[in-house]
C-alpha cells in the first residue's frame, strides 16, 4: 500500500517528460543500429526503476550525514584515479573503465558526487559563499575531479564540473571583486589546460570552432555533417529511418554526441520544439520541486541536478549547429550510454523524494 501512495505522489509529469525523451532517443537507434537500440531499452528501464526505488528513501537522512557524501565522492575520485592510471585506450582516452563486456565512465559518477558534496557544503554556508575560505574549499572539491577528469582527457566532463560550482556560488549573489578574480584564475587554467592537458586534436577542435570553413574533410567533418542533417530536414523531417546522413554514416556519433542532429534530420524543426518544450517542461518541474523542498540541502541538489542539465543541454546543441565547440558532452537522457542514463536517474529519483516530502 506505501509502494500505491508514493506512486501517487511521484511528479508524474516529470516523468512523463522522461518518457518522451526516452522516445526520442529510441526513434533515432531504432533504424540506426539495433544493438545499440535493446541495449538502450535495457537501460532505461533500469534508469526508471532507479527512479522509482530511489524515491523510497530517506535522503534527507543520508544527506544529513556527511560520511555517506563525502564517502561516495572519494569512492568517485578513486575510480577516476583508477581510469587515469589504466593502459587500456577506450575511444581514445582512458575515460572508460570496463568490468568485463561493462564499460562505464567514473566522470558521470564523479559529477553525482560533486553535486551531493556541494549541495551539503553550500546549503550550511551559501549567505557566506563569497568568503575565501569557503570559495578555496568548494573549488578545492571541485578542482580535484576535474582536474582527474582533464587528465584523461575529457575536456567536457571538465566544464560541467566547472559550471555546477559556478552555479552554487552564484546563488548567493556576486561579490563583483572575488568574481573578476575568478574569471582571472579561469583564464590561467585555461592556458594550463591548453599548455599541458589538451590533446592535439582537442585544440584543433577549438581553432577549428574560430574557421568553422577550413578542413571540410578533417577536423570540421562532424560539425559540417550535422549542419547539412539539421539543414536539410525542413519543418516536418524526412520521416522515420529516412534520414541520408544519419542511416548512411554520414553523421558520425549519431547515437550520443550528435543524436540532436540525427533526431532533427528526421523529425524537421516539429520535432525539435517537441524536445526543447520537453526539456522546458523539465525546468518548470525541477524548479517548482526546488521551491517546496523541506531543507537547503534539498533545494542545492534540485538546484545543481538543474544546472547540470541545461549546460550539458546548450553545449550539445550548441555544438551540433556549429554555435560551439565539440567537446563530447552528450545530450541529458537522450544520448546512448548507461552511465549518463543512471546518473541522472539517481538524480531525479531524489528529486522525486523531495516532490513526495514536499509540503
Request: with cysteine.
Amino acid at each position: 500500500m506505501n509502494v500505491v501512495n508514493n506512486l501517487k505522489k511521484m511528479d508524474w509529469v516529470l516523468m512523463g517528460c522522461l518518457v518522451i525523451l526516452a522516445a526520442v532517443s529510441l526513434v533515432v537507434l531504432a533504424p540506426y543500429n539495433q544493438t545499440f537500440f535493446q541495449r538502450q531499452i535495457i537501460w532505461y528501464a533500469i534508469g526508471f526503476l532507479v527512479i522509482v526505488g530511489g524515491s523510497r528513501i530517506n535522503w534527507h537522512w543520508i544527506l544529513q550525514w556527511p560520511v555517506f557524501t563525502y564517502g561516495f565522492y572519494a569512492f568517485s575520485v578513486l575510480m577516476l584515479v583508477v581510469s587515469d592510471l589504466q593502459s587500456r585506450l577506450i575511444r581514445g582516452t582512458t575515460s572508460w573503465l570496463a568490468i568485463g563486456s561493462l564499460q562505464f565512465e567514473p566522470a558521470e559518477f564523479a559529477k553525482l558526487a560533486l553535486i551531493l558534496v556541494l549541495a551539503g557544503f553550500f546549503a550550511r554556508r551559501y549567505v557566506a559563499a563569497w568568503r575565501s575560505k569557503y570559495l578555496l574549499e568548494s573549488l578545492g572539491l571541485t578542482l580535484l575531479p576535474a582536474t582527474l577528469t582533464a587528465i584523461q582527457p575529457d575536456f567536457g566532463s571538465t566544464i560541467i564540473m566547472g559550471y555546477i560550482w559556478l552555479g552554487f556560488i552564484l546563488i548567493g549573489g556576486i561579490n563583483k571583486k572575488r568574481f573578476f578574480i575568478g574569471l582571472l584564475v579561469f583564464l590561467l587554467v585555461f592556458v594550463v589546460m591548453w599548455s599541458f592537458f589538451l590533446k592535439g586534436y582537442q585544440r584543433d577542435r577549438l581553432v577549428a570552432f574560430l574557421s568553422p570553413a577550413s578542413d571540410p574533410l578533417g577536423i570540421n567533418y562532424n560539425v559540417i555533417q550535422a549542419k547539412i542533417a539539421i539543414g536539410s530536414a525542413g519543418f516536418w523531417g524526412k520521416g522515420f529511418g529516412q534520414g541520408t546522413e544519419t542511416q548512411f554514416r554520414f553523421l558520425p556519433e549519431a547515437q550520443a554526441d550528435f543524436i540532436f542532429a540525427a533526431f532533427s534530420e528526421e523529425w524537421g524543426l516539429f520535432g525539435d520544439l517537441v524536445l526543447l518544450l520537453t526539456f522546458l517542461f523539465i525546468f518548470y518541474r525541477l524548479e517548482h520541486i526546488g521551491l517546496r523542498a523541506q531543507s537547503n540541502s534539498f533545494k542545492f541538489l534540485v538546484f545543481g541536478t538543474s544546472v547540470v542539465l541545461l549546460t550539458q543541454i546548450l553545449i550539445n546543441t550548441g555544438a551540433n549547429i556549429g554555435l560551439l565547440p565539440v567537446t563530447g558532452i552528450t545530450l541529458p537522457f537522450v544520448s546512448y550510454g548507461g552511465s549518463s542514463i543512471l546518473t541522472i536517474a539517481v538524480l531525479i529519483g531524489i528529486i522525486q523524494h523531495i516532490k513526495i516530502e514536499s509540503r
